[in-house]
């Protein structure tokens, strides 16, 4: 079955660290750019970041930038996301969701497989 | 930062009867759009992409138009299941790939 299944959410306090996993199986992992995208209670979609499939680039969201790190293991079909000096706005379920195709072009930037999410709770 | 807009933010229907949701977008993005729905307690789905090519295993009851600034999700006949949260993503100033706030399809 093709599928992203997150794991790694906790609460944790202000300031406090975290990492994140995605773990892929059904399709050629390491083809494909893969992002997180966070939705805080109630409200909408915010991506996060980017990593493509050589983890050659990189991208943040600025309201991540410089606290939370992106990477992958192809060879165990895995995504990973550090979350350091957390806040309480960074509160959310964190999905990885997978480009919407193997070529690193503006018509595939859509999200076309999304996981179940993992709730990340910051709070005292 | 391109901002999209979506509206109405809520839209109530009944089982069978048309719906049309709106996205705007504050600059070009010429058809680099796409649409997701979002079930209670469910992850976001891929519906449309390209503003007008529907994902696989989509019903043809969903359709998309527009191009620039200014795009349309139709519902043709609402089913059961329809009745979700609808977002339009840009992605053609990426990144950040932005959403649009979401608009809430429900039974009237």
């Known amino acids: 079955e093709v599928q992203l299944v997150e794991s790694g959410g906790d609460l944790v306090q202000p300031g406090g660290s975290l990492r994140l996993s995605c773990a892929a199986s059904g399709f050629s992992f390491s083809s494909y750019g893969i992002n997180w995208v966070r939705q805080a209670p109630g409200k909408g979609l915010e991506w996060v970041a980017y990593i493509s499939g050589s983890s050659a680039n990189r991208y943040y969201a600025d309201s991540v930038q410089g606290r939370f790190t992106i990477s992958r293991d192809n060879a165990k079909n895995s995504l990973y996301l550090q979350m350091n000096s957390l806040r309480a706005e960074d509160t959310a379920v964190y999905y990885c969701a997978r480009r919407g195709g193997v070529m690193e072009t503006i018509t595939t930037r859509f999200f076309d497989l999304w996981g179940r999410g993992t709730l990340v709770t910051v709070s005292p | 930062e391109i901002v999209m807009t979506q509206s109405p933010a809520t839209l109530s229907v009944s089982p069978g009867e048309r719906a049309t949701l709106s996205c705007r977008a504050s600059q070009n993005i010429g058809t680099n759009l796409a649409w997701y729905q979002q079930k209670p307690g469910q992850s976001p789905g891929l519906l449309i992409y390209g503003a007008f090519t529907r994902a696989t295993g989509i019903p043809a009851r969903f359709s998309g138009s527009g191009s620039g600034t200014e795009f349309t999700l139709t519902i043709s006949s609402l089913q059961s299941e329809d009745f979700a949260i609808y977002y339009c993503?840009?992605?053609?100033?990426?990144?950040?790939?932005?959403f649009g706030q979401g608009t809430k399809v429900e039974i009237k």
């Open positions: 993503q840009q992605f053609d100033k990426w990144p950040p790939g932005t």
